[in-house]
Every structure is written in C-alpha cells, then in structure tokens.
C-alpha cells in the first residue's frame, strides 16, 4: 500500500514551519515519496518519548495526514495517545528541531511525581525520584 491510498483528517496539527521544515528536508535529500512518521515508545520514569523518521512504507493500520502535501504517518497505538498534538519546528539557537507538544500527555515519574513541562511537551529529567 502506498502513502496516499489512505489519507485522512485527525485533530493533529503540523504547523506551517514544520510543514516547511519536512519538505526541505525531502528535498535536500531527494526522498521524493517520503512522509514524516510520528511515533510514541518508552514510558517509565521520564515517561513517553516522541520519534521522528523519515518514512516511504506504511501499514495498512497506520493513519495518514496531509498538510499541504506533508505527509504525517502514525502508527496504530501511537495514535491513540496523540489526539490533539501539535507537530512544531522551532528554528532558534541552541534548541532548533522539531518539537511535539502534546496535550494528552502528563508523564510522571515512579515516585509519582509530574515531569511534564508547560503545554505537555514530554521530555524533561525527573528530579523527584530518589
């Protein structure tokens, strides 16, 4: 199955830098093809981490979004967790890349305290443990 036989609309936005971000990105590196995949693993105590990668295959589970041709593949259990995301790219020294912000998550750390930052970007060390 190809990339664009199943396309759809979900609430997860990516933003107009981003958007940019990707198509240059597929351009410098002649990806023709290519979708940005989203994906969710790890949990514990730093709770989830968000992965990117640059994609041409997909499942016949995986959701497909399009902005403005960008293509956002996500996988069938990430999805559930990022209803509502926002798919950034920040462009400012020293913290430039991409940045996910997500406002289902609200990782916490093994003692059972909130790690999460403002706006629910994940990511962040735990100093409540121990």
């Known amino acids: 199955m190809t990339l664009s036989e199943q396309v759809v609309t979900l609430p997860i936005t990516l933003t107009q830098p981003a958007v940019d971000a990707v198509r240059n990105i597929m351009i410098q590196k002649n990806l023709q093809g290519y979708a940005l995949r989203l994906f969710i693993s790890g949990g514990g105590c730093s709770g989830y981490q968000y992965g990117l990668a640059l994609d041409n295959r997909n499942r016949p589970e995986d959701t497909v ?66």
């Open 65 to 130: 979004i399009e902005t403005e041709g960008v293509k956002l593949v996500i996988d069938e259990v990430s999805i559930k967790y990022l209803q509502g995301a926002t798919v950034d790219y920040v462009n400012e020294t020293p913290e430039s890349g991409f940045k996910i912000i997500n406002p289902n998550m609200m990782p916490s750390c093994s003692c059972g305290q909130n790690n999460s930052a403002a706006g629910g970007e994940t990511g962040d060390s735990c100093s409540g443990c121990g």
